[in-house]
């Protein structure tokens, strides 16, 4: 084979990988698909496309291999389809705060940013657990929750927050986390609670970012790279 060939067939691979990162529809599923597998009808809610809309661009980035599915009674069931896909969009999701400035100034808009109000770093919230004194509560959806979570967290999605803030201690700081940095279910959920008399704070990240330290630390996962449903 001829170097340019060799070349332009090469580049045109990585160019599929491109082609599918190249929408905004898709980068929110493969950010929903990183929390835990979902079938289309549950990702087209979620992301509020027709079934018809999301399963197209599910087809797409299963054409280039990001994706996986698999028959589930009835349903297809998708997930990501290695831990290299999450490592993709960890780098992409990085570059855009390196270079966007729009980034920021999005995060800034939903009090999303690092030292925001009520917000502590895993560094403070491990100081926090080794003194006994924080409840740790997982305020993503159920399902999530049971693929993967933080140790020690309360599953307490957000939908069934407040019917549940009576079994909720009023004389210890509650730290609440959801998706990652960009997920505002905790920001939701700690202006709540600071409403109803709770000290309540915000993790400034979320599972995706805990799960991909953990898994660079050879941590407990599986033989995949996917972590254990704990």
């Not at 993709?88 to 855009?96: H, Q, S, T």
């Not at 069934?160 to 959920?189: K, M, T």
């Not at 805990?210 to 254990?228: H, L, N, Q």
Request: aromatic fraction near 6%; hydrophobic fraction near 45%.
């Amino acid at each position: 084979m001829a170097h340019r060939e060799f070349k332009s067939r090469l580049y045109a691979q990585f160019a599929r990988i491109g082609a599918a990162l190249a929408s905004e529809r898709r980068l929110e599923l493969l950010d929903l698909l990183a929390q835990a597998p979902r079938n289309v009808e549950a990702l087209a809610q979620e992301t509020e496309m027709s079934v018809a809309n999301a399963s197209q661009h599910l087809q797409v980035l299963k054409q280039a291999r990001l994706v996986e599915s698999e028959r589930d009674g009835t349903r297809v069931l998708y997930r990501l389809a290695d831990s290299s896909v999450l490592d993709l969009w960890l780098a992409l999701r990085a570059a855009g705060e390196a270079r966007l400035a729009e980034v920021g100034e999005l995060a800034r808009e939903q009090e999303l940013e690092p030292g925001g109000a009520h917000t502590i770093t895993r560094e403070q919230l491990e100081t926090m657990e080794q003194k006994g004194d924080v409840l740790l509560v997982d305020v993503r959806p159920a399902a999530e929750y049971e693929h993967g979570h933080l140790p020690g967290a309360l599953s307490l999605p957000l939908a069934a927050l407040e019917e549940r803030l009576p079994e909720l201690p009023i004389d210890r700081p509650i730290v609440a986390y959801c998706r990652g940095s960009y997920c505002l279910f905790a920001i939701e959920a700690v202006s709540l609670l600071r409403e109803r008399g709770f000290e309540a704070y915000r993790l400034d990240d979320g599972w995706l970012e805990w799960w991909a330290t953990r898994r660079s630390a050879s941590a407990d996962v599986g033989s995949t790279g996917w972590p254990s449903a704990r």
